[in-house]
């Protein structure tokens, strides 16, 4: 992590890789693999002040895992190789407006895909979630508090590939089914709540409502 700008603008990295097939060779399973699991990711957060109360964070990652596995069945004698990514971005807002008001603003996107190969299995999964939130807050005296918020997720999935017609054969020249679906899903949510303490002038008495 670095002080670009002191108490002003940072970054912060961390990045990891997992190689597991010595774990594996050391306890005797390295021959049910055809690929040891790897996995691998780095994340990255930009952080910068723009005020005295005002702040922008930006949070990065990429990541990503493979493996290979021996498939011993009485139909089918191969592997299963199977991987999975995933990259993900976040920006979240934050500011105090006046004295007593906070302002919540955070956009996302993540892409997450999933492949799967196994005899006549051959499939790619991808999901993409788009995100956007803002909550509000406001402290209009001290037994008076409202909050309210809106978000909107637009989400879109993807399946392309082949699937075996029957669980039972999975040989690669059985029957098999091809897919090539998308769902596209959108939801807006909104909220508005206030909360009164200390009601009717008694103390640890609260109350919240909302819709």
Same mark, same amino acid.
């Given at each position: ?8 603008? &940072?970054?912060?990295?961390? /990045? ?11 306890? &005797? ?16 957060? %930009? ?6 109360? +005002?702040?922008?964070?930006?949070? +990065? ?6 493996? +290979? ?10 592997? @299963?190789? &199977?991987?999975?990514?995933?990259? @993900? ?20 996107? !993540? ?20 995100? @956007? ?6 402290? %209009?005296? +001290?037994?008076?508090?409202?909050? /309210? ?18 669980? @039972? !054969? ?27 303490? !200390?009601? %009717?002038?008694?103390?640890? %008495? ?6």
């Amino acid at each position: 992590q670095i002080p670009i700008l002191e108490n002003k603008f &940072g970054i912060r990295i961390y /990045a990891q890789k997992s190689y597991t097939e010595a774990l594996m060779w050391m306890n &005797g399973d390295i021959d049910d693999f055809t690929a040891a699991p790897t996995s691998q990711d780095l994340t990255t957060i %930009l952080s910068y002040n723009y005020s005295k109360t +005002g702040k922008v964070k930006v949070l +990065g990652t990429l990541a990503s895992d493979a493996k +290979g596995v021996k498939i011993d069945r009485a139909e089918f004698d191969g592997s @299963f190789i &199977g991987s999975t990514s995933n990259r @993900f971005i976040n920006i979240q807002q934050r500011d105090i407006i006046g004295k007593s008001s906070i302002i919540k603003n955070s956009l996302s996107y !993540n892409q997450f895909s999933n492949s799967w190969q196994m005899g006549s299995l051959d499939l790619d999964q991808i999901d993409k979630v788009f995100k @956007f939130r803002s909550d509000f807050e406001s402290i %209009l005296s +001290g037994e008076f508090k409202i909050s /309210a918020g809106v978000e909107y997720e637009n989400r879109k999935k993807e399946y392309i590939g082949r699937i075996p017609k029957f669980d @039972f !054969n999975i040989r690669p020249d059985a029957e098999s089914s091809i897919l090539d679906a998308k769902i596209i899903e959108q939801r807006i949510g909104t909220y508005a709540e206030i909360t009164l303490n !200390n009601l %009717l002038n008694i103390s640890k %008495l609260h109350f919240v409502g909302g819709i």
